[in-house]
């Protein structure tokens, strides 16, 4: 037997349950749009300008680069798991690493890329 025909029948099988909820939503839901649940929120208070907002170049600065710092910690905890195995090298390694992280962020930091205002 093909060991991956379980794996087959396990696609196909959450294919069908994922279809066929949309499927079944389509039938069994309502078919009549109200006015009032086109509006963007329906919180009961009509909206007020665009829904457009011009955000700041350096707001999405500072979202990468928490993730740049937040991806890169992630990274200890393979040296973490295998502190045993690396030794005095992998210690050294992982200070090395942290090193590097603390002067990007204390560059970002003093170059104010971690301001968007």
Known sequence: MNPYIPLLIMLLVGAAIGWGGLVASMFLGPSVREEHKNDPYEC????????????????????????VFDVETVLLFPWA??????????????????????????????RRGLEWK
């Open 44 to 67: 009961g208070i009509k909206p007020v300008g665009t829904p457009q907002v011009k955000f700041s170049v350096r707001f999405f600065v500072v979202a990468l680069l928490f993730l």
């Open 81 to 110: 798991v295998q502190t045993e195995k690396l030794g005095v090298f992998g210690l050294v390694e992982s200070f090395v690493f942290i090193g590097i992280l603390v002067f990007g962020y204390i560059y970002a930091w003093a």
